[in-house]
Each structure stands twice: as structure tokens, then as C-alpha cells.
């Protein structure tokens, strides 16, 4: 059974950091894609960063470009997503979702819509 768990969300000050991991079960990561998402209840979800089955491509939303930065470990089978100099309005429950297809995250950062599997999600809390 394919299945992704999202951790390390928790509350931090602005300008502090966080690390997020995609824990995967039931199947390769390096054989997959792997997306971060972020959406709060009620608003419009947002492509955070996504980074291709072979690891060799990754991309970020504009919003998060110079601050955030996503890897993957296939001996853990994990993704991570290193989040630094927080802001507010990073505050949003974030996401990571899988695809098999190798032209995902190839040239661009997909949208949600090209994404198989998915995280119960992580809730990330930027407050002073």
C-alpha cells in the first residue's frame, strides 16, 4: 500500500526555520516525484516545491525561492523540504504528494492536479 507521512510542522518565529519530511512507504521514492503543496482551510492551495523521480530536477514557487529547498534520500526513502527564513505567511498546512511519471517536476513546478498520492498533510505555524 502506497503511503506518504508528513512531519516536522510546529510553530516557530518569523525568520526561524523548520525541516519537513515525506516519509514514503509501500513503494520507491526514486522511481517517483515528489511535491510539496500548502493550503490553509478555505483558501486556494499553492505549489510549494517539487523535485523530480531522478532528483536531478527541482523547482519552487516564487514565493519560496532562496528560502526553501527540497531533497530526497533514497536510502531513507524520505523527502525533505528545508524551510529557512519564515514568514507569516508561510503559516499554512503543507502537503507532499507522489507520481510516477518522470515528466513531472521536469521543467516546471506542476500543479496538484498531476499528483497521484498524498500526505495527511503537517501544519507549519509562523507567529511571534
Known amino acids: 500500500q502506497l503511503q506518504l507521512v508528513e512531519s516536522g510542522g510546529g510553530s516557530v518565529q518569523p525568520g526561524g526555520s523548520l525541516r519537513l519530511s515525506c516519509a514514503a512507504s509501500?513503494?520507491?521514492?526514486?522511481?517517483?516525484?515528489i511535491g510539496w503543496f500548502r493550503r490553509a482551510p478555505g483558501k486556494e492551495g499553492e505549489g510549494v516545491s517539487c523535485?523530480?523521480?531522478?532528483?536531478?530536477?527541482?523547482h519552487y514557487g516564487d514565493s519560496v525561492k532562496g528560502r526553501f529547498t527540497i531533497s530526497k534520500d533514497n536510502d531513507k526513502n524520505t523527502v525533505y523540504l528545508q524551510m529557512n527564513s519564515l514568514k507569516p505567511e508561510d503559516t499554512d498546512i503543507y502537503y507532499c504528494?507522489?507520481?510516477?511519471?518522470?515528466?513531472?517536476?521536469?521543467?516546471?513546478?506542476?500543479?496538484?492536479?498531476?499528483?497521484?498520492?498524498w500526505g495527511q498533510g503537517t501544519q507549519v505555524t509562523v507567529s511571534s
Open positions: 523535485i523530480s523521480d531522478s532528483g536531478g530536477s527541482t
Open positions: 509501500g513503494f520507491p521514492l526514486q522511481h517517483f516525484a
Open positions: 504528494a507522489a507520481t510516477a511519471s518522470s515528466y513531472t517536476c521536469s521543467g516546471y513546478l506542476d500543479p496538484a492536479a498531476e499528483y497521484d498520492f
